[in-house]
T-cell receptor, first 113, second 115 residues
Framework: GAGVSQSPSNKVTEKGKDVELRCDPISGHTALYWYRQRLGQGLEFLIYFQGNSAPDKSGLPSDRFSAERTGESVSTLTIQRTQQEDSAVYLC???????????FGDGTRLSIL | AQTVTQSQPEMSVQEAETVTLSCTYDTSESDYYLFWYKQPPSRQMILVIRQEAYKQQNATENRFSVNFQKAAKSFSLKISDSQLGDAAMYFCAYGEETSGSRLTFGEGTQLTVNP
């Protein structure tokens, strides 16, 4: 595909369950970013990948959150033991390199019951 | 830490008129980038315009232009000849190359375009 692809589009799960969110960046984009957007708010940075290394994890809100990336391809964001405050839209973006414009996916809307 | 402030939670404009969205930011850096993103109800973030801090000339992109005042740390977006399709949430964002260009976003301005 031509753009950043995220799956699932929507995810509803029970409190305490683990969830895994997937991001397929634009081919050739070395930089990949995860952001969280709570209802009615701006985006909060979570983590940045350059290739498969994560030089900046400072935005991850707790140790229940983790992310990994395979090479310069797919990334997964995992949230363990989900809490209601984790409900948000999780957006992924990629760019050809740092300081280049970021291209965003449509996000995954996560709802914790 | 860098902060971005959008003081207008909501704005409205008549179709074909001009509207200006405000943004201020706080940083101690001299090299950085500023962006305006548009987010329609579909959720996708769409880049509207980008400004490098070292450039004095204001960026323009068709009907969209910015007024970048570096000393005042102000970065407003002007939309000329507003169209119904411009209705969306608009976010101002700040990024630095030294931090991998992670973006810091403002809270957004919801723009309504009235026919």
């Amino acid at each position: 595909g031509a753009g950043v692809s995220q799956s699932p589009s929507n995810k509803v799960t029970e409190k305490g369950k683990d969830v895994e969110l997937r991001c397929d960046p634009i081919s050739g984009h070395t930089a990949l970013y995860w952001y969280r957007q709570r209802l009615g708010q701006g985006l909060e940075f979570l983590i940045y990948f350059q290739g498969n290394s994560a030089p900046d994890k400072s935005g991850l809100p707790s140790d229940r959150f983790s992310a990994e990336r395979t090479g310069e391809s797919v990334s997964t964001l995992t949230i363990q033991r989900t809490q209601q405050e984790d409900s948000a839209v999780y957006l992924c973006a990629s760019s050809p390199g740092s300081n280049q414009p970021q291209h965003f996916g449509d996000g995954t809307r996560l709802s914790i019951l | 830490a860098q902060t971005v402030t959008q003081s207008q939670p909501e704005m409205s404009v008549q179709e074909a008129e001009t509207v200006t969205l405000s943004c201020t930011y706080d940083t101690s850096e001299s090299d950085y980038y500023l962006f305006w993103y548009k987010q329609p109800p579909s959720r996708q973030m769409i880049l509207v315009i980008r400004q490098e801090a070292y450039k004095q000339q204001n960026a323009t992109e068709n009907r969209f232009s910015v007024n970048f005042q570096k000393a005042a740390k102000s970065f407003s977006l002007k939309i000329s000849d507003s169209q119904l399709g411009d209705a969306a949430m608009y976010f101002c964002a700040y990024g630095e190359e030294t931090s991998g260009s992670r973006l810091t976003f403002g809270e957004g301005t919801q723009l309504t375009v009235n026919p």
